[in-house]
């Protein structure tokens, strides 16, 4: 360092701060990754909440329609298209559950 000049030139000097800008962008977008994948997780969660609420309830009204079914079986009655529509649901439902997706099984059961 002894006899170089210590200044540096305008295009020294400007590198130098579009070295350090470029060095906080990916920093900043390291930290915007980083709340992306927390907001996607949180609404992955609550998707997966719905999704058991929603067969949760499908399966209670396919039990209901059920009961509902002998009840008027027993009275001799003609059943009506809402019982047909819950009977599909039922049908759809215990499906689904038992040839859904693998993976989501997997991943729900590694997660608990």
């Known amino acids: 360092m002894f006899g170089k000049n210590p ?14 800008e470029s060095e906080l962008n990916r920093a900043l977008l390291v ?13 992955t969660s609550r998707a997966k909440s719905i999704a058991t ?3 949760s309830t499908a399966a ?5 329609a059920a009961f509902r079914r002998k009840k008027s079986e027993s009275a001799g009655g003609k059943t009506s298209w809402l019982q047909t529509i ?19 099984r997997q991943s729900d059961k590694q997660v608990d």
């Open 53 to 55: 609420i929603a067969s």
């Open 7 to 20: 200044r540096m030139t305008p295009l020294q000097s400007r590198k130098q701060l579009l070295l350090v």
């Open 31 to 43: 930290g915007d990754m980083a709340a992306l994948a927390a907001d996607v997780r949180a609404l």
């Open 86 to 104: 819950l009977k599909g649901a039922g049908l759809l439902f215990s499906l689904w559950t038992s040839f859904g997706p693998k993976d989501r």
């Open 60 to 64: 209670l009204v396919a039990g209901l």
